[in-house]
């Protein structure tokens, strides 16, 4: 089984609908993030968590939301999607405060029509 | 704020031969990290190479390797004997410390031709 876990895969949404981005892990890292990936943008930070009680915004937070349930699972919520937010959203976590490498989840294909 | 910078958007590079892809990076910092990532079709987000800035050797991972000058705040990788399966979008990446998040590149399309 993965490490790190996205639901869903893919989705399509219409303006105006709230979605919620799902991200688990089995590794035991207590550092998670939401990155965002455009075409020719690169990948760019949208939430960060160091632990449950400990969040931070990113380079481009606004129209998000973010959710840590537990150590293993951050959620990544769009209250009112808008097409500009169709995007390829990417969770990773990290271990503690190492200069390891982050490790990524699948991705979600997120479509806002 | 730290920036990454990849200013070719898209290579391509026959069979077996080596290509190098350019990143340069800003920051004021004297420790920091630098990462390759390879993003191949399936999405999949995957490390290929790590450099630690207070290592003046290189790193390599068998057919990857990188130029790391960091007096000119260059970390170009190199892929020799190019695959078919190389073909890939690469993202060259920075951070300071544990404590702060990977900075990524816009990337580069790499295709390898036949």
Not at chain 1, 49 to 59: A, P, Q
Not at chain 1, 62 to 87: C, W
Request: glycine share 6%; net charge positive; with cysteine.
């Amino acid at each position: 089984d993965a490490d790190v876990t996205q639901t869903p895969r893919n989705r399509i949404t219409k303006t105006g609908k709230r979605i919620m981005l799902e991200c688990s892990q089995t590794k035991g890292h207590d550092r998670m993030y939401w990155y965002r990936q455009d075409p020719g943008l690169g990948l760019r930070l949208i939430y960060y968590s160091f632990d449950v009680k400990d969040i931070n915004k990113g380079e481009i937070s606004d129209g998000y939301s973010v959710s840590r349930q537990a150590q293993a699972k951050f959620s990544l919520s769009l209250e009112s999607a808008i097409p500009n937010q169709t995007a390829l959203y990417f969770c990773a976590t990290r271990r503690g405060a190492s200069t390891d490498t982050q490790y990524f989840g699948p991705g979600t294909r997120l479509t806002v029509l | 704020a730290q920036t990454v910078t990849q200013s070719q958007p898209e290579m391509s590079v026959q069979e077996a031969e080596t290509v190098t892809l350019s990143c340069t990076y800003d920051t004021s910092e004297s420790n920091y990290y630098l990462f390759w990532y390879k993003q191949p079709p399936s999405r999949q987000m995957i490390l290929v190479i790590r450099q630690e800035a207070y290592k003046q050797q290189n790193a390599t991972e068998n057919r990857f390797s990188v130029n790391f000058q960091k007096a000119a705040k260059s970390f170009s990788l190199k892929i020799s004997d190019s695959q078919l399966g190389d073909t890939a979008m690469y993202f060259c990446a920075f951070m300071i410390g544990g404590n702060t998040p990977l900075v990524f590149g816009k990337g580069t399309r790499l295709s390898v031709i036949a």
